[in-house]
């Protein structure tokens, strides 16, 4: 038979047994906490119309779509969750009750260029509360403090920048800058483009000299959260978007504080403005504390209209999101999550008699206990099988002999001190419990 | 600007909330006896190389595959979580543990007929113990066992019926069948064809007029179990493979008794063969009981060789799987399993007070106790807003109006009942817990 190099395609990850385990403990805490605070879980096709994907016109994501070549050719795999779901309420706007929180985990799809850290295919995670034409402005703290706590859990120490996209086009509206989508796509790249280009850039934005040095004033302003808010209200500045975007960020602030974030976490950050279009008000980025040259591991924020393309509906949202696959690659990357040693099963039992029923009363009272478990059935030296549960990082085995089966015991065998004890089952499911 | 019509592809499925849940729910009693039972969780590309997909050549499934147009056209979705698991243990041969337990849970893609009830993307769910060179015998009984306790804790009777193809193959032996693929598949048809239509075609394959009628009373023999493995002995029949397929079905039934699956949840049954080439040992079908014309619900058996297409290595093994996203249309449409009201959270905290501290203060309490909560934030009248707990069948609303707030108390409604009670925070999230 002619054999074909097993391979995956480049640009795809897959992982090997004990990174998978990791990779599903992090997705784990993060659906956990999506549960926790109250998210809807959702599912929606891979596969979606060519049109419902292209609707929102020529971007860069759109570029790398990919088709499928079947029938009409009017399918495409999903490139996001948002896509999805604005298409899912606009869709089924009548069946659902509003707000609508939702979380989607799934797999997106981007012909990215190949390189390293970068997917074609990857897990999205997502949470989003949309309202029906109005959505309090409290929700917009509890996204980024569903956050926090994931972050917290998985053991890394990440800031959620926050901003206000209303606070930026006031003070561009209060500059009289013509081109206000350029404009916020210039300060997006502020930290992108090498400091003579951005003010070269800028000076085709905002046209006057004294407005302009305030503009620098405004984005290298440092200073404490509280201390950025009284230099805003400084400013004094008399434009109403301006203003309404100001009390929003700071009512946005102040609620997440009292969502139990703490201060060190959170960081008004006058730099941040998200390009894309659709953000409205609150904006969030969230970097790592010391390795902020990873990028934003999760961003989001409020938006006025999800579905404009599907509904004449308004459906104001907030949301955020994280790409989980990058960021996984990542955290290994810099050594910031340690590799821990996770098994996929609590205990390991081993038989070392010809009687087959007591192994399986004992087999079926852990797995009845929650105790996840399994027999090594195979035909091997028993060093070849502790060997088996040491190299899949099994903290228990539990050992069958002659003395064992006769007194209707178990030896315990601790496979990280060596200990080996001779205890009755029950004393054997609580240690291992 | 134009409105494009939000709807799904054909042959796809999306579930409103109360669905998801509930399909949810089920999914999760599978993973965790996955778990329970000792399997490795693994995640593969949806996206392959074609030609590992195409590797075994023209059956149904290859002519239902979905190409993907980009770049080289080497891309396509996969059509089952087998291939991509036989590609995966010949890829990392070296880097796995022997044996191999794993499983799957993952969308696959089939273009298939559009037809009530068949999904063009659906949901598998497989376990497969592979060994490296050899597998012994018990781990047969570990599968069906597994998928035993699902079925029971989903709350649907099912029973597994078994047969063994050495059995078989070597029944047919002793029939001197020249064709044995031929004889397999038309067995396996027995009850798909008309009586004299399947007569005819056995003609055809067993030329011994008595043979014939041997086989069609192997095929009628009804009787328990256990009276069958002794009708079986009786054949008395002077084949080394039938005989071995006999005393591997005993052993096989006797384990899976003793893992704790009560008999009558267990059929030994002689006219099970299953058409797939590689099944060369155990097979596995699973049927409702009443609801047998529904079909087999979760199939397996035991192959020698699962990777010939991508290795030159012997890997020999036994799976089963389910095909989750049919299974949950057909339990749904026979009203097989109740759409039991599942609420996302189990409290909805309604503020009344233009306090804010307190509220956050009640919300974080809750959450942190592992309380899945939400707070309705917007401008709506309080029975509006209880009709949102209603018919998100949320259990709880926590009621915080100024009493509440000045007593550091909370009122706790029960939605079911409709009592409401005053009591501390710790009374309630006792209540609710």
Chains 1, 2 share one sequence.
Do not use: W
């Not at 809807?40 to 929102?56: C, F, G, Q, Y």
């Not at 509280?226 to 609620?255: P, R």
């Not at 081993?350 to 027999?375: C, F, H, P, Q, W």
């Not at 050992?399 to 200990?419: C, F, P």
Request: proline share 3%; with cysteine; charged share 30%.
């Amino acid at each position: 038979m002619e054999i074909i190099r097993p391979a995956i395609l480049p640009g795809f990850l897959e992982l090997l047994p004990k990174e998978q385990l990791f990779f599903n403990k992090i997705k784990s805490i993060i659906e956990e906490n999506f549960q926790l605070y109250g998210f809807l879980p959702l599912d929606t096709p891979v596969i979606e119309r060519s049109e419902i994907l292209l609707a929102k016109g020529g971007g860069e994501t759109t570029k790398q779509i990919y088709f499928i070549e079947r029938d009409k050719r009017d399918m495409a795999m999903r490139f996001d969750l948002t896509v999805p779901l604005a298409r899912y309420v606009a869709q089924h706007y009548h069946e659902l009750e509003f707000p609508f929180r939702r979380y989607h985990i799934g797999k997106v799809y981007r012909g990215e260029r190949n390189q390293r850290g970068r997917y074609r295919e990857f897990y999205q995670c997502d949470i989003d509360i949309i309202g029906d034409r109005e959505l309090d402005l409290k929700n917009d703290a509890e996204v980024p403090a569903v956050f926090h706590k994931i972050f917290t859990q998985i053991g890394i120490e990440a800031r959620i920048h926050m901003n206000n996209r209303k606070l930026i086009s006031g003070l561009f509206q209060s500059y009289e800058v013509e081109d206000l989508q350029e404009a916020i796509r210039l300060m997006d790249n502020v930290d992108k483009l090498p400091e003579d280009k951005f003010l070269e850039s800028l000076e085709e934005v905002i046209s006057s000299e004294t407005d302009r040095q305030a503009f620098l004033e405004f984005l290298s302003f440092e200073g404490r959260n509280i201390e950025k808010l009284d230099y805003l209200k400084s400013l004094d500045i008399d434009n109403e978007i301006f203003n309404e975007g100001l009390a929003e960020l700071e009512e946005v602030y102040e609620d997440i504080l009292m969502l139990g974030t703490p201060e060190e976490a959170i960081l008004i950050d006058l730099r941040i403005a998200r390009g894309l279009d659709y953000y409205t008000g609150s904006v969030f980025e969230t970097f790592i504390i010391g390795h902020e040259d990873i990028g934003s591991i999760a961003s989001g924020g409020r938006y006025e209209e999800l579905a404009l393309n599907y509904t004449s509906q308004s459906l104001p949202g907030v949301g955020m999101s994280i790409g989980l696959t990058r960021l996984f690659f990542q955290l290994m990357e810099a050594g910031l999550i340690e590799d821990e040693e996770i098994s996929f099963v609590d205990a390991m039992v081993l038989n070392m008699t010809e009687d087959k029923k007591y192994l399986y009363k004992v087999l079926d009272r852990l797995r009845s206990e929650g105790i996840k478990s399994m027999a090594h059935y195979e035909d091997a030296r028993f060093g070849r099988k502790l060997r088996y549960a040491d190299r899949l990082s099994i903290p228990y085995v539990i050992i069958i002999g002659q003395d064992e089966l006769e007194s209707s015991k178990v030896s315990l065998k601790d496979m990280i001190t060596g200990d080996q004890e001779l205890m009755t089952l029950d004393e054997a499911i609580e240690k291992i419990k």
